[in-house]
């Protein structure tokens, strides 16, 4: 644009909620150079926070009238999906009637692997192991 100010960006955004639907955010000025199609973003949604993934970039601006809550950040670490994998995901949504971010996380691997938990067990003095059911 010449001699205004630049047209804010909107990116949609596929959360995994039972809302088949897509949410529109504000990409601030910092932001737009590492959001693209995949990214996984960290958004306002309610009075929480949720991870969601970019599923249009640029998108369409909203009603005239409908203020935007920006992205908070985009999650370098976060594991991404790849285009085919979105499409894939899109296709899970609409056949199990699902969220298609819903489907985006079943498909993705946990963002940080579980730590495995050892538990210290302790036979009660007087126990006799042999007086024990088989499954206990």
Same mark, same amino acid.
């Given at each position: 644009?010449?001699?205004?100010?630049?047209?804010p960006?909107?990116?949609?955004?596929?959360?995994?909620v039972?809302?088949?639907?897509l949410?529109?955010?504000?990409?601030p000025?910092?932001?737009?150079?590492?959001?693209?199609v995949?990214?996984?973003?960290?958004?306002?949604? @309610?009075?929480r926070?949720?991870?969601?993934?970019?599923? $249009?970039? &640029? %998108?369409p =601006?909203?009603e005239?009238? *409908?203020?935007?809550?920006?992205?908070?950040?985009?999650?370098?670490?976060?594991?991404?999906?790849?285009?085919?994998?979105?499409?894939?995901?899109?296709?899970?949504?609409?056949?199990?009637l699902?969220?298609? @971010?819903?489907?985006?996380e079943?498909?993705?691997?946990? $963002?940080? &692997? %579980?730590r =495995?938990?050892?538990?210290? *067990?302790?036979?009660a003095?007087?126990?006799d192991?042999?007086?024990?059911?088989?499954?206990?």
């Amino acid at each position: 644009m010449s001699g205004g100010a630049e047209r804010p960006l909107h990116a949609e955004v596929a959360i995994a909620v039972p809302l088949r639907r897509l949410f529109t955010y504000r990409v601030p000025e910092p932001l737009a150079a590492k959001v693209e199609v995949g990214s996984r973003v960290r958004v306002p949604f @309610g009075p929480r926070r949720a991870v969601g993934t970019v599923v $249009a970039f &640029p %998108a369409p =601006a909203p009603e005239e009238g *409908v203020t935007l809550r920006p992205i908070e950040a985009v999650l370098d670490d976060a594991p991404r999906p790849t285009l085919e994998l979105l499409e894939l995901a899109r296709f899970v949504a609409d056949y199990y009637l699902c969220s298609w @971010g819903d489907a985006i996380e079943a498909a993705l691997p946990p $963002a940080s &692997p %579980a730590r =495995a938990v050892r538990l210290w *067990v302790r036979r009660a003095a007087g126990a006799d192991p042999a007086s024990l059911p088989a499954r206990a």
